[in-house]
């Protein structure tokens, strides 16, 4: 099976995250790329890590461009992938990494995008309960974000398990590439290395809505989420510190036992050893998911971190794990587990 | 007035700062240098920022060569402060940086640091409710920890105000510098740029119960502390996410008007401006404590954010502080609200 | 005596950092910021790290805007320095930290900055020879470019004892504020992080004929220099590694001995001691000059490497130790010798 | 094919890159894992990236241990490979990552390390003249250090086509992974974060007489190397800056032309389009190494800049590819060109 891929926005670190990895993938050929601000350019240029690529040239992002693939995958700005996704047509893949057809409450989206609701498309985390199935032979693919993905893996198995209440707090570090490559005086280098700043912060951030979509349909019932976002001086990783109160009973034993049987079969989130904590180098360029928990007794309290890494599983690995599943491929094909550590 | 200060342990991450600090303070002369694994050695071959004081050569920690100063800064390995402050007689101020004397309850000391518990010194945060007037003509210091500094002046205003519930959840992200000058594998700047990573999850860090202490006397009853600390890839800093479930009645503007209350007048901590959230660069090598304060309607819980440096309002300039109060000396002298950034 | 002082620019890095420096100038009040395309903004919100003028609201650079002080610092695009200064009018001190005036060569300038020359005025390096008496009572002074300031302290002393051959090498690695404040792509935090590259490569940096100008004439003849500028993972910081043929009879003795005269009496340039090295950290944030150098007789070159803040001792700390020069003020105040380290 | 391959210090950075490599190398299969220290421990808590390593438990480096494999890489301390590579038979390929057989002078590596020569391998450095050959069916290999690996590669074609003159000048920085995992103060990230130093002046870095003996190879005649090694505040990564006086008749032509001819097909040497400068970041984790290259005609020099990743082409990657050719794998098996960015 030869799998024909494009990248729309592939001069971005979506994009350029993407092409690494499909690059890698034994089944995929890698067609259109496209960027429109950068069209005629060579991809050398703007992303001189993708040497085999590096004299391709980045067309414009249009219905013909994209036409002629098995999949496209869409690295676009908010809203426009739906008009993208229209024109190239039912029976073609469209993995949409961008964050529009993730909310099923159009309410949320208006609120948190202030656009109109585009739809809601299968959602590309299959570790969640009834995920796999919701991707088989899906043709369109709402990639998770950054945060959610960590957050709802530390999480789902507590609220899945009913061992925790209802709020969650969660507080997050990021490296800077998931604010991405536009150029902003905040993102300066400068500004940057040796600073960590809290963004977004009173429920702000756009994902929480995400988060509490992923998190409420584990639990059954509907879960608030607490989130505060900071920027963290390093390219790559997040690190999610999750916590929620225990439920009457919880015991450090009911803790393990559930996320042990919640994950054990993931091929990519590892529950790590007792007492060994996750770090983002860990997982740095890989898909893999590096998840401890504990139940504090003093404040009564589980508490779950995740490791990821924001532009792998965080964004361009889950999509290509999705699009294994959509595919009927090898759901692991492509994709490592191993971090480009130190 | 001239006050004569040494530093005993000036080879380490503290004693340097306390030194960088102290040859900027106009009325004190630099005494005895001690450092014993160390001592014999030149401070320019161990400090070489401290330029002026390159060819200092360190001593062995002695009530000899800590005698005839006015001041005495320890910086010295948690339990063997008592015994030197035992030595240097009643009349002369001692400023220990380490943990021994900070703990009102012995049993906390013993649990979280193994020894049996020195006792307890005023405690070297003026900005608490009391705090200076504890200070004031004191012989004995007690420096609190870089964590408690950020997210007791973070959370004091909101438990002394009456806003908040008792359970305060804390998530901190820590520049290295925190960890000391001894060297560990997990420290090397190879593990530690690129990544993130937590540690002391789940009550076990040692500040815990410092934090527990603060934010109950400021409350006037028991709270608890959520205390999740991270290693952040930065050299200096802290910065803290701290929330607390807000009490029936509370608005934005309660929340805002008690935090501009409680800190208006203090010379080191700056609550920002409405929508302006903190940096640790902003903070860098300054005793200044940059805080926002936030009401989170969603979830009703108030989130409050401090930066601070580590090594400055966190240790050492702390210690400076506490130590022009209890000689009677003006409160910010020697002392900078400047941060080195970019 | 007190100086009034305007600083125009003064939301860009080069600006921020004077004003940091004039904060702490015991005989500096300061006036009137301007920044253009942030004209009425709080400076607070540009510059959050100088919290005593938070509140301070810049202002367009204007001659009225500027007018009624003793001390002007112009923080300035290249090119747009004359216009003011000329508007200022002669007895007013103007300190230019852009290039527009450090060229005596008009070709130079104008091949290196492509625009007709302005002129040259009295070059803020006081320890080249004859370097204060320029500036003794001077209005105008123009500050030495970052790069040639550390190069040129590395490499006069050989150049002025005739130690070396003309040709000298130069690899030198800055922080990323050397570039500005500007959003590029390029100085994104997610790009600089964990990265080094070159650029300028091959004698097309600006800065190559000022410090051919600085070393020519400490040799009394003309000097070629290759000058690889890279750009390094850190904020602030430039470490220049020097190096030129040794001429016939030359000695690690000759050597050191040539160094220790030329800097001996220099209040910011540290000659370190035989076999320890700078490092760009020791001197962060401060106006202090870490030199070491050394024979290699295996190659016959000396070698020189010299640690500065660019911009500090690179730029506004250059230009404050070279105000009070012009003012006949002590040359170090305010200004420090210590780096804020780690 | 199946290559069983035993790692004999497996918890270091260079151990560690090995593993990371032959996970996804399609024809090895992982036996022994030793690391004398770290007898004992499970290699998840030393290693934690290496995720499908995880529960393996290192064993003793014994002839005993590492028996039975087909290949054996040495990961160990300089001067302990030869006494294992004795005890492992003729028959097994040997790969040793330290530097006991580079040199194939005896008196340069007396000097240099002090101890005994051990003798001389093949050097696996195929890219090199006649590199290739010298490795083919080889059961003994002797990997290239770091720096000599970029230099040589960024040099050895001005050397080869007779362009430059003898002396080469080196100026390098590298990563901090370079200088391994055994903890030293000086580098703590507390130390090496915002902070470039150079460190092995003068010509006394070890790597110095294996440069030399690449270019006096490649140029037929005695070549002289000024090296200066520089920590970069990152983990990974070599910009080797490096130049050398033209030869009469040098133009920009005939530089680029004599790169293009000697790296025309090498599968892992990319000189990129004219004008591109590399950068460490674009090699992250891939055996690729980018170089330009440019003649100054200011100063008559020819300018070469390489970028690799010290410890994938600078050490493992390295060693794997010289282990794909002495084993008649293809070249490329298992190594990547893409490099982790951003």
């Known amino acids: 099976m030869v799998v024909r891929a494009a990248v729309a926005g592939a001069s971005g670190y979506a994009g350029g995250e993407a092409l690494r990895l499909l690059l890698a993938h034994p089944e995929v050929e890698i067609g259109t790329l496209t960027g429109n601000s950068n069209a005629g350019q060579k991809l050398g240029a703007l992303q001189p890590h993708l040497w085999p690529l590096a004299d391709r ?5 249009t219905a013909k461009t994209l036409a002629g693939h098995d999949v496209v995958f869409l ?3 908010h809203g426009q992938s739906a008009a993208v996704a229209e024109q190239l047509g039912p029976d073609v893949l469209v993995v949409d990494m961008g964050a529009d057809f993730r909310l099923k409450n159009a309410g949320d989206w208006e609120r948190f995008y202030g656009s109109p609701h585009a739809g809601t498309w299968p959602y590309g985390l299959p570790e969640l ?7 088989e032979g899906s043709k369109r693919i709402a990639v998770p974000g950054c945060y959610p993905t960590a957050v709802s893996l530390a999480l789902f198995p507590a609220y899945a398990a009913g061992l925790v209440e209802n709020q969650a707090i969660v507080v997050a570090a990021s490296g800077t590439s998931g604010a991405g490559k536009a150029p902003k005086p905040n993102l300066l280098g400068s500004e940057v290395m040796g600073s960590m700043s809290p963004y977004g912060v009173g429920g702000g951030h756009r994902h929480t809505p995400e988060m509490i979509q992923n998190l409420s349909a584990a639990a059954g019932e509907p879960v608030t989420v607490s989130f505060t976002p900071t920027l963290a001086p390093m390219p790559r990783g997040i690190l999610a510190t999750c916590s929620a109160q225990a439920r009457p009973g919880v015991t450090a034993e009911t803790v393990r036992a559930a996320y042990e049987k919640a994950l054990a079969d993931e091929p990519f989130v590892h529950l790590l050893p007792e007492g060994q904590w996750p770090a983002t ?6 898909n893999a998911v590096h998840i401890q928990v504990a139940y504090d007794e ?11 890494d924001n532009l792998t599983k965080g964004t361009a690995g889950g999509a290509v794990q999705s699009m294994n599943i959509a595919l009927g491929l090898p759901e692991e094909l492509g994709l490592s587990t191993i971090g480009v550590a130190p």
């Open 75 to 77: 690295a676009l700005p």
């Open 298 to 308: 003093a404040v009564d309290r589980v508490i779950a971190i995740s490791a990821i």
């Open 57 to 61: 040239v980045l067309e414009e992002t």
């Open 129 to 135: 309960p009834g995920g796999r199935a919701a991707l």
């Open 281 to 286: 180098a860990s997982v740095q360029g890989s």
